[in-house]
């Protein structure tokens, strides 16, 4: 019987001893799960962030060309009104040019009108 009891011990322990096992496997196990549930949110706030940070930078690439697009018009519509304001200045130059020829006339109409009657 004295062997019964030893080997009664022995499975007692070696049960204590598989559930402190059980326990600690447990335990690492649900520590591994914590760190990949942590490691999964961070993954997910980072997707997040990139995700966001592509918009913003589409957006801006977007807002980029708009502006772009706004300075060309801008641009052309300047060169236009160079031109024209250049356009009306040679108008101007021109009229004055037509007056002073048409008071250079007649200044050459009076001064051959006087010397024809003096001569």
Known sequence: MGLAFIARDRAVEDAKEARKAEVTAKLEAHSLQRRLDRSHEVNRYLFLVHKNLMGAQVEMSCKHSEDLAGINTLLVD??????ELRLVALKYRLADAEKLKTRYQ???DVLSAES???G
């Open 106 to 108: 007649r200044q050459v």
């Open 116 to 118: 024809y009657r003096s």
């Open 78 to 83: 300047l060169s236009q009104q160079q031109a």
